[in-house]
T-cell receptor
């Protein structure tokens, strides 16, 4: 079974631009979560989607948004990029039932904002 | 909200020595706890999870963790370190949000360094 796939692996953007990151979950997984990882803040939860609906949201500004499609693939968008948005963005999928389902992570998208 | 504290941002051991990575959680209800490992330029990989079935949990690559409710701890151990164990390790707790659904809250991570 293929794992979680994130594209692209690396991105370089300029302040003020917007960016879209893509995530394909493990086949059969209906929940997709997004995390931001930085050296200073560690892993911070962005949001979670389940069956095309946002089920959970972390404490990030409205510039960060996401969506999920009917095939469970997910995208996240960051508008008006700031230098502080430079981070590794990790997507994770799970079957979605119960709170003991472990997350399966992709290898992430490394975003650099200059 | 539940939280996780990992003591020590860096732990150094010699190859063949015992590995002990510390994790304490705060939870008002019985928690679901996880350990993940992250190798350079990769995502997180599940090592093991605690779901109340047994207090001693065995995971992959020879790692295990013991849940101690009285100490609110879930420390990760491995009897003999291998060079390939060098990585960053994250402890996580399942946290139920205001929406009623769960998310994982991660500790800050501990970088394990293994010297020959």
């Amino acid at each position: 079974k293929a794992g979680v796939t994130q594209t692209p692996r690396y991105l370089i953007k300029t302040r003020g631009q917007q960016v879209t990151l893509s995530c394909s979950p493990i086949s059969g997984h209906r929940s997709v979560s997004w995390y931001q990882q930085t050296p200073g803040q560690g892993l911070q939860f962005l949001f979670e989607y389940f069956s095309e609906t946002q089920r959970n949201k972390g404490n990030f500004p409205g510039r960060f948004s996401g969506r999920q499609f009917s095939n469970s693939r997910s995208e996240m968008n960051v508008s008006t990029l700031e230098l502080g948005d430079s981070a590794l963005y990790l997507c994770a999928s799970s079957p979605g039932q119960g709170n003991n389902s472990p997350l399966h992570f992709g290898n992430g998208t490394r975003l650099t904002v200059t | 909200a539940q939280s996780v504290t990992q003591l020590g941002s860096h732990v150094s051991v010699s190859e063949g020595a015992l590995v002990l990575l510390r994790c304490n959680y705060s939870s008002s209800v019985p928690p679901y706890l996880f350990w993940y490992v992250q190798y350079p330029n990769q995502g997180l990989q599940l090592l093991l999870k605690y779901t109340s079935a047994a207090t001693l949990v065995k995971g992959i690559n020879g790692f295990e963790a013991e849940f101690k409710k009285s100490e609110t701890s879930f420390h990760l151990t491995k009897p003999s370190a291998h060079m390939s164990d060098a990585a960053e390790y994250f402890c996580a707790v399942s946290d139920r949000s205001a929406s009623g659904y769960s998310t994982l809250t991660f500790g800050k991570g501990t970088m394990l360094l293994v010297s020959p």
